[in-house]
């Protein structure tokens, strides 16, 4: 596998744990809120010191919330059953790429909060292009960083 076929698989694979953020967000906060509502409640009695109504429209919350954290790994095991045949493969070109990010990005200590490390993990990068750029610019930090320019 070259590397512009695996950043066109990464690209897809993003866009698979996207896609599923939606329908696993929509399914939790409507799963709680039906759950939530069909709850008997007596408004005279708190809970946690809470009212009622209160904390269930807060649970229903948490609920959506869940939903938006499970989208990305439900998107990711379906894009791993699509892409069986590319799965070791992609494995593979995985750690090779995190290994290069690690190996060749800046050192963060002493680190300036004003003048963060740029895209520290690698996240933005979609093409070979792009790791390019991405390289140019920690380097160009690391210049900065050592000679204060």
Do not use: C
């Given at each position: 596998?070259?590397?512009?076929s695996?950043?066109?698989?990464?690209?897809?694979r993003?866009?698979?744990?996207?896609?599923?953020?939606?329908?696993?967000t929509l399914?939790?906060l409507?799963g709680?809120?039906?759950y939530?509502a069909?709850?008997d409640?007596d408004?005279?009695?708190?809970?946690?010191g809470?009212?009622?109504?209160?904390?269930?429209?807060l649970?229903?919350?948490?609920?959506?919330?869940?939903?938006?954290?499970v989208?990305?790994?439900v998107?990711n095991?379906?894009f791993?059953a699509?892409h069986?045949?590319?799965?070791?493969?992609l494995d593979?070109?995985?750690?090779?790429f995190?290994?290069r990010?690690?190996?060749n990005?800046?050192?963060?200590?002493?680190?300036?909060?004003?003048?963060?490390?740029?895209d520290f993990?690698g996240e933005?990068?979609k093409?070979?292009h792009d790791?390019r750029s991405w390289?140019?610019k920690?380097?160009?930090?690391?210049r900065?960083?050592?000679y204060?320019?």
């Amino acid at each position: 596998m070259d590397w512009n076929s695996y950043f066109a698989l990464r690209g897809t694979r993003r866009l698979y744990e996207r896609v599923f953020m939606v329908p696993s967000t929509l399914l939790g906060l409507l799963g709680g809120g039906y759950y939530f509502a069909h709850q008997d409640f007596d408004p005279t009695i708190s809970i946690f010191g809470m009212d009622q109504v209160l904390l269930y429209g807060l649970g229903t919350v948490g609920v959506g919330l869940v939903g938006l954290a499970v989208g990305p790994v439900v998107g990711n095991v379906i894009f791993r059953a699509v892409h069986a045949n590319a799965r070791p493969l992609l494995d593979k070109m995985d750690r090779e790429f995190f290994k290069r990010i690690a190996l060749n990005r800046a050192n963060p200590t002493g680190n300036p909060l004003g003048h963060p490390i740029p895209d520290f993990y690698g996240e933005k990068v979609k093409s070979v292009h792009d790791y390019r750029s991405w390289l140019r610019k920690q380097r160009e930090y690391r210049r900065k960083a050592i000679y204060f320019v």
